[in-house]
Each structure stands twice: as C-alpha cells, then as structure tokens.
C-alpha cells in the first residue's frame, strides 16, 4: 500500500521558515517526480513546487520562487520543501504527491497519482 505522510508543518511567524518533509512508503519514491501543493480554506489546491525522479530539475509556482527550495533524498525516500520568508498568504494545508508516470516535475494536478494527508502551515503577521 502506498503512502505519503507529510510532516514539519505549524504556526510560524511572518518571515520565518519551515521545513516540511514527505516520506514514501510502498512505492519506489526515486521513480517518481514528486510535487508540493497547497490549499487554503476556500480556495482551490495550487501549485507550489516540484522535482524530477533524479532531484536535477526542479519547477516552482511564482508565488514561491525565491522563497521555497524543493530537495529530495532518494535513499531516504523523503521530499523536501525548505520554506523561507513567509508570509500570512501562504498559510495552507500542504500536500506531497507523487507522478510515477513522468521523469520530469510537473505543475498538472492531474498528473499525479498518490497524494498525502497533508500537513497545516499558519503564519501569522
């Protein structure tokens, strides 16, 4: 069975940093791109950031370019998402999920195929 269990989420002041970390179980994370996403309450999941099977590529969202860094170690099979700078606005749940079909990151929701729980993120100013 496969799972994605997010962790590193909380509450964290405006320009502060969070680390948050996905870890795979029951499928060969270093086969698959893995992506970030987020949801705030009422809004539609969007994405973040994303890093192909070998970690050589990476795509981010604008609105965390700059700020966010996506990393992944695959003898771990664990993604990354260092956070940096935050603001009030990127208060969220934050999802990891996994595209087993593409070697390349992709943005497409639709892409992907396995999804965690997701982990809560709040700034406040």
């Known amino acids: 069975q496969v799972q994605l269990v997010e962790s590193g989420g909380g509450l964290v002041q405006a320009g502060g940093s969070l680390r948050l970390s996905c870890a795979a179980s029951g499928l060969t994370f270093s086969s698959c791109a893995v992506g970030w996403f987020r949801q705030a309450p009422g809004k539609e999941r969007e994405f973040v950031a994303a890093i192909s099977r070998s970690g050589t590529s990476t795509l981010y969202a604008d609105s965390g370019k700059g700020r966010f860094t996506i990393s992944r170690d695959n003898a771990k099979n664990t993604v990354f998402l260092q956070m940096n700078s935050l603001k009030p606005e990127d208060t969220a749940v934050y999802y990891c999920?996994?595209?087993?079909?593409?070697?390349?990151?992709?943005?497409?929701?639709?892409?992907?195929?396995?999804w965690g729980q997701g982990t809560q993120v709040t700034v406040f100013s």
């Open positions: 999920a996994a595209d087993r079909d593409r070697v390349g990151p992709t943005l497409s929701r639709i892409r992907y195929d396995y």
